[in-house]
């Protein structure tokens, strides 16, 4: 177990291995409470992002988003005169995230 490992949802972690002019290549790594997954993924400058991982759809879907959102935000990092690959994303998805709880009153 992982101190990554958590109670409830997943934990999605791109580690970059290698960046060049066309984009960058990471290591990827999806920590659920049950299971732990990997594999990689591509970035490039033009936003795209091509993931090998083996793991359920879900968690999949999950970790290409956020993949894309770190390649669409590389070549305005750079603009700005930053890193355009960061070393590490770490992000976090919960069960039922993006829904609204109702509560009831007496």
Do not use: C, N
């Not at 993924?41 to 894309?68: I, N, R």
């Not at 994303?89 to 829904?99: F, T």
């Amino acid at each position: 177990m992982s101190d990554l490992t958590p109670t409830e949802g997943a934990r999605f972690l791109f580690e970059r291995e290698r960046a060049d002019d066309a984009g960058a290549r990471y290591k990827v790594t999806i920590y659920t409470p049950d299971a732990t997954f990997a594999g990689h993924a591509q970035l490039g400058f033009d936003g795209s992002a091509a993931l090998e991982v083996t793991a359920p759809a879900e968690l999949v879907q999950a970790a290409e988003m956020f993949a894309k959102l770190t390649a669409r935000s590389a070549a305005k990092q750079q603009d700005d005169g930053m890193p355009p690959w960061p070393a590490r994303v770490l992000r976090w998805r919960g069960p039922g995230r993006g829904k609204t709880q109702s509560s009831s009153s007496s």
